[in-house]
């Protein structure tokens, strides 16, 4: 099946720092999405992408779809101490229902 | 819009015990998904339904497992025997046609 690799598996930042995380697979997607998961709750949708080079952006959030279909990132900007979470990416194809394939997931600690 | 709601949002049970999550995805909806998450492999699709019908099981573990949809607003996942080994947090999502999926809060199952 499909693999997503998402780094950093982790990252431990000062608040106020920028933060760059991003997915990579083997093969195309057609919709790339960007989800954060909070303790004790489930993921919930940041940022969705539907266009090979899309930048979108959602308040301090900028995400892109990479121009080979097989890759995103995700930015934050100004990192607070909310940011705090789990941040998934996930890729779902056309042809594939609405399934979602996810990534491992990046975990965002940020020291006020 | 009252989200995804699923229940209980904790169960403990001791090996062996049947176990029934509960799952009402959002009014319209017409696909749903239960996913499973543990630290050590992440959000994985079990199985998901469009327009209450099975389309893809291939990510339930075992016979042990199953899942019903009797109806659009209501889904069940049953594991019957329960083993220490299926102790996870269970997602249940839904979502329109190529649309980004919703999530509840998840059920955290341990199973002692």
């Known amino acids: 099946g499909q693999q997503l690799n998402q780094s950093p598996q982790s990252m431990f930042i000062q608040e106020g720092e920028d933060v760059s995380m991003n997915c990579t697979s083997s093969?195309?997607?057609?919709?790339w999405l960007w989800y954060k998961q909070d303790p004790g709750e489930g993921p919930v949708l940041l940022i969705a992408?539907?266009?090979?080079?899309e930048l979108t952006s959602n308040g301090r959030l900028t995400a892109q779809f990479g121009i080979t279909r097989k890759d995103s990132f995700l930015n934050i900007s100004a990192s607070i101490p909310s940011d705090v979470g789990i941040y998934f990416c996930?890729?779902?194809?056309?042809?594939?229902?609405?399934?979602?394939?996810f990534g491992g997931g990046t975990r965002l600690m940020v020291k006020p | 819009d009252a989200g995804v709601i699923q229940s209980p949002r904790h169960e403990v049970t001791e090996m062996g015990q049947e176990v029934t999550l509960r799952c009402k995805p959002i009014?319209?909806?017409?696909?749903l998904f239960w996913y499973r998450q543990t630290m050590m492999r992440g959000l994985e699709l079990l199985i998901y339904?469009?327009?209450?019908?099975?389309?893809?099981d291939s990510g339930m573990p075992e016979d042990r497992f199953s899942a019903k949809m009797p109806n659009a607003s209501f889904s069940t996942l049953k594991i019957q025997p329960s083993e220490p080994r299926d102790s996870a947090v269970y997602f249940c999502?839904?979502?329109?046609?190529?649309?980004?999926?919703?999530f509840g809060n998840g059920t955290r199952l341990t199973v002692t």
């Open positions: 999502a839904s979502s329109l046609v190529r649309s980004p999926l919703h």
């Open positions: 093969s195309i997607f057609n919709t």
């Open positions: 992408l539907y266009k090979a080079g």
């Open positions: 996930a890729g779902q194809l056309n042809n594939a229902g609405n399934m979602l394939t």
């Open positions: 009014s319209g909806h017409d696909y």
């Open positions: 339904f469009n327009n209450n019908v099975p389309i893809d």
